[in-house]
């Protein structure tokens, strides 16, 4: 008997689920000493406890799997992107996000079709959707932590954010075909166009709202609170309007990276960015940790079929795989030639090491999961729909072998080509946000100087300061000559500053051990805790 809480949620189910939280936060640290990617892990560690005995089986309904997973991790994947980034690799992730999904959909289809007799064209094609598209989530975790080049990262992060959208509005088109047994293309292409465009509009009119009310809330903790809700609402109003739910959580939160809050709010920016990361290692946990999980109960659909059905999977991810590798090469032979030839400022790979890292990157994941298993069960009329199982069998199979296989061994193909990020240019930046920012502390200054009358003790120390404003992002900028004499003073600095800790240390321990005596008031005393926590971050 399953025992269940008094909101109707079986208590194993939520069992499992803190389980998979405790999991997500562990596989961090852990993969990080095995040199394995996190996801990865969490995969094999969700399909590891599937098959326990005493696990229980997993109650997700489908259709709730897209908006409670993909808008926070969308949302959180768009904080490390920018609109200008976005604008200047448009041809780039078109060629990926769009005509790539559209190439690997139809080679997918034809090879299924070959492989099931008597499936319909628009369930082969509804497989292709699903599996066509890199997941953004794995390909950035696996490839952010192996201090790749930063436009390969941009890229993946661009075909993986873009991808989506294109395929979830194929594979509904697709779907629709199916159960209604009627097909049009005119307009599925209508469809498609509408879509984009009330996904669009939703998204710039939240984004526009939304930032127009953190302006007003001020404090971080109602920001924060506003900005976990903006994902899913925007998802969920885009999918009600008959709209792309993925690209308007990409147009919002495209809008909002790009329209940033107030800049001197360091101590809502700290909280906002803090609050993400948790998020996204959470849901993203989580949601690898379903992957393996629902093993055990889509192997239970096979019914003797296995190995055929793996031969099926196997031939469908080689054809994935394939496609992927014979579209890269020409689309980045293309990419350079028109890169050369206009001279855009775009990332592109530069050498075919980047091309064969960045088709190896190329994992599928949450989203493919939650299509397969949003397939419907029935047709219009009542009938069941066409070999849903072995779809959805197929569909684990090409995940499981591209996310484990290649999640794998691409930190060992990385090291192999020796594809590496480019350290100079990044020092490079570093002292030219340094040199920019000094100057505006200083021109700053000025002005302040034009207006007020200073002691002259009082504006060379704010000179120095305003000098090391830049010095501390980018000690490079410090001529030879006062090298030493900085590198001293900064070492002072440093003194102060531990003992400074140190004090404000004792400060709080203090304040903290007023909280249990007698008479003592928590909330003045969280709230003169918070001041020093404050003064601390400044």
């Not at 008031?521 to 404050?534: F, G, I, M, S």
């Amino acid at each position: 008997m399953v025992i269940h809480s008094p909101e109707g949620v079986p208590v194993d189910q939520v069992a499992l689920l803190l389980a998979l939280l405790l999991g997500a936060v562990v596989t961090v640290p852990l993969g990080e000493r095995l040199d394995l990617p996190a996801p990865v892990l969490m995969t094999l560690a969700g399909a590891g406890v599937a098959f326990l005995p005493f696990v229980p089986t997993v109650e997700v309904p489908p259709e709730f799997i897209l908006p409670l997973v993909l808008p926070p991790l969308l949302y959180a994947a768009v904080q490390r992107t920018s609109w200008r980034q976005f604008t200047a690799n448009v041809r780039p992730i078109l060629l990926l996000a769009v005509a790539l999904v559209f190439v690997t959909t139809a080679a997918v289809a034809a090879v299924l079709q070959a492989l099931v007799p008597g499936l319909p064209l628009a369930a082969a094609v509804a497989l292709g959707a699903l599996v066509a598209p890199p997941d953004p989530v794995a390909a950035t975790a696996v490839a952010g932590r192996l201090g790749l080049p930063r436009r390969l990262v941009s890229i993946l992060e661009g075909e993986g954010l873009f991808n989506d959208v294109t395929a979830i509005v194929l594979y509904h088109v697709a779907i629709a075909a199916v159960v209604s047994g009627t097909f049009s293309w005119p307009a599925a292409g209508a469809q498609l166009v509408l879509s984009a465009v009330v996904a669009v509009a939703v998204g710039l009119a939240l984004g526009w709202l939304s930032n127009k009310l953190m302006g007003r809330l001020g404090d971080a903790t109602l920001q924060v609170g506003l900005s976990l809700m903006v994902p899913f609402v925007s998802y969920v109003l885009a999918e009600e309007l008959h709209g792309s739910g993925v690209l308007a959580v990409l147009t919002t939160a495209l809008f909002l990276a790009e329209h940033a809050a107030d800049a001197d709010d360091v101590l809502g920016r700290l909280a906002g960015r803090t609050f993400w990361e948790i998020i996204d290692t959470l849901v993203t946990g989580v949601a690898f940790g379903l992957i393996g999980l629902e093993l055990h109960t889509v192997f239970g659909t096979v019914d003797g079929r296995l190995s055929e059905l793996l031969g099926w999977g196997a031939i469908v991810t080689a054809t994935v795989v394939g496609v992927r590798l014979l579209w890269l090469l020409p689309a980045t032979w293309l990419a350079k030639r028109l890169h050369h030839r206009r001279d855009y400022d775009e990332d592109i790979p530069v050498s075919w090491r980047e091309t064969v890292v960045m088709w190896w990157s190329g994992m599928r994941g949450v989203a493919s999961v939650a299509l397969a298993l949003a397939i419907p069960l029935t047709i219009d009329g009542g009938g069941p729909f066409p070999a849903r199982s072995e779809i959805v069998f197929i569909a684990f199979v090409v995940i499981l072998a591209t996310l484990v296989i290649q999640g794998l061994t691409l930190p060992w193909l990385v090291r192999r080509l020796g594809v590496r990020a480019d350290a100079g240019a990044e020092r490079e930046l570093e002292h030219t946000l340094a040199v920019r920012a000094a100057r505006a502390a200083r021109h700053r200054l000025r002005e302040i100087e034009e207006v007020e009358e200073l002691p002259e003790d009082v504006s060379e120390r704010l000179l120095r300061g305003a000098y090391e404003v830049g010095a501390r992002i980018s000690p490079d900028i410090v001529d030879e000559d006062r090298r030493d004499w900085y590198a001293k003073r900064v070492e002072r600095a440093r003194t102060v500053r531990r003992i400074q800790r140190e004090m404000l240390s004792a400060a709080r321990h203090e304040v903290l051990a007023a909280r249990s005596e007698p008479g003592a008031d928590p909330e003045v005393v969280d709230r003169v805790l918070r001041r020093l926590d404050v003064h601390s971050l400044r």
